[in-house]
């Protein structure tokens, strides 16, 4: 049995850093959960578009956690050029998220409508820059289109992408059906998917009235959520970590219209070794969190600070029943829940950071 | 365009009319809905596993709505013997509900042992009581079995116990698949189905992160709404409408783990006149609302109160934002937040009763 982990402090390729208040409570939990590199979402309020807000965003959070290598995105719009992604490339940006509402903007038909994306594409394809599809389509009862099935009926979107641009490397993200895990599979090396922490541990009864497990992409059924565990366990190394980790205030999460998200940044790794050890996976905890993705974003090891290592041993650690910030009139305002609040982890970090 | 229909008061053959001061609020509000003959649900804490249970229940319903039909139910359970079966039917209980966990109380392996209830489902059909079914069966994701197939899975006891109980008049429950109409319609004439309200207007989307929206059987896809609007549309005879009005406070609903239920008694024909006519049905409401309950259950009018006949027109009405109820120290616990709360219907009543 194993009982102590020595690894790499681990990469999570897909995070909510938020603005004000939250991020300052946010930021400085990162290397905390054992993460010392992180992919940073663009959906702010106004959303990151330019080069200039990336790298002003990316100045705030570096100087929140200096020693956390911030990776930036560019959010997907009708305004973005190729001039831009030139820009934003020689300038350091990563990559550019692509939301399902930011393709209906320009588009009554919706997500059919990336081709008017493809000189974009094109340049991010010439540039080596990263594509992330939030992989989704918009509901539709006439077409029978819903949450539980949004993510099977995008795939079709993202095998065209590929194919248009084998060269473009492109990210699904937070997957969570059997279907997604198997188009990924099937495509090229230039594909790649995350997988969050909770939707290894979820499924469409866990959401089921409990607000504070709600997210987009939802939880699916036993057997998507199998999928998921199955590529863990082969050890695909196209397949890593990208938690979602999406922190909401309590009153924005316990009422009529739930905020989506599950906030897991602070204990990222005891939540993930936890998950994997619960179905054999302990060994791929390396493979998973702290090398397939940065290899596949071609992301050298100088180039972050992730060459730390900490130690994770099988001990009972208790999870938070909220995590404060800011200064708020009202109690809930002024508090995050975590992931599984009030419950045991049974991995923990041994070497804080 | 049909804009005023004279129909008789309607019928609502799956309703929780609750205890102490949320029973005070809702019982009243019975009437005003256009509803005077209900089939009360026996899941009261303690449940009502007794003839003298049910008929001191009906006491204080009746004194609260002495316009109202209330016909009583007995909560299945391993206490329910033959003799009492005779009992209640000879002091005019109507039938027997089943529950998912009242069976699985008496077996591991849940629903499978409908069995142990063969004697007292024999005396039933032998004295003319109606089996009730909330047919789920428990999740259990080592085999696939999740809240959204929970209720297809169920099907084949449902054929079962009609095999075995040809003459036993049984009711599925708050159908919400395709699945389950096509079951039922399938069957014979001693097999209804009842359709709330909700279940024709949701899916799974409105629920996703909307709390006052969160019912069991969960709303599923797309389709399996519109097999519940067909069926309607058809005209088919043996179903009806059941609302399972499930009223809680409101603290209870927006909290990290909501109550199960939607509330619609205060309004069930406004709502029902609304979403029919959305559909093309509004010429349906007679029959679905007023006349195919009350053949199934073979009841004639003088036993009922509802000879008397209301107008509905089509104007326009909002729903109330909350019902106050009961006197209490926080505000959320003193008010139910209905359907729709704050939306428009199209429908109304004219003329009060």
Known sequence: MIDKILIPLASDFHIHTRQDALMEMVVPRIIEGGVSLCYVMPNLTPPITTTEQA???????????????????????????????????????????????????????????????????????EVGMILNLHGEIPSDPEKDICVLNAEEKFLVHLRQLHQ???????????????????????????????????HLQLIVDDWAGKCHNFCKPVAKFPHDRQALRDIILEGHPRFFLGTDSAPHPAHLKECAQSCAGVFTTPLALPYLATTLDSFGAIDKLRGFACENGKKFYGIKDDESKSHHEITLVKQKLSVPEFYSFGKFSETRQSFVVPFWAGKDLTWKIETRV
């Open 55 to 125: 790298l002003a965003y990316r100045a705030q959070l570096q100087s929140l956690a200096p020693n956390v290598t911030f990776l930036m995105s560019l959010y997907l719009s009708s305004e973005l050029t190729p001039e831009e992604i030139k820009k934003a490339k020689s300038q350091g940006i990563v990559g550019v998220k692509s939301y399902p509402r930011g393709v209906t903007t320009n588009s009554d038909s919706g997500i059919e409508n990336y081709e008017i994306y493809y000189p974009v594409f094109r340049a991010m394809e």
């Open 164 to 198: 248009d641009f084998p060269k473009l490397k492109i990210v699904l993200e937070h997957a969570t059906t059997k279907a997604s895990v198997e188009m990924v599979k099937s495509l090229g090396d230039t594909v790649g998917c995350t997988i969050t922490i909770h």
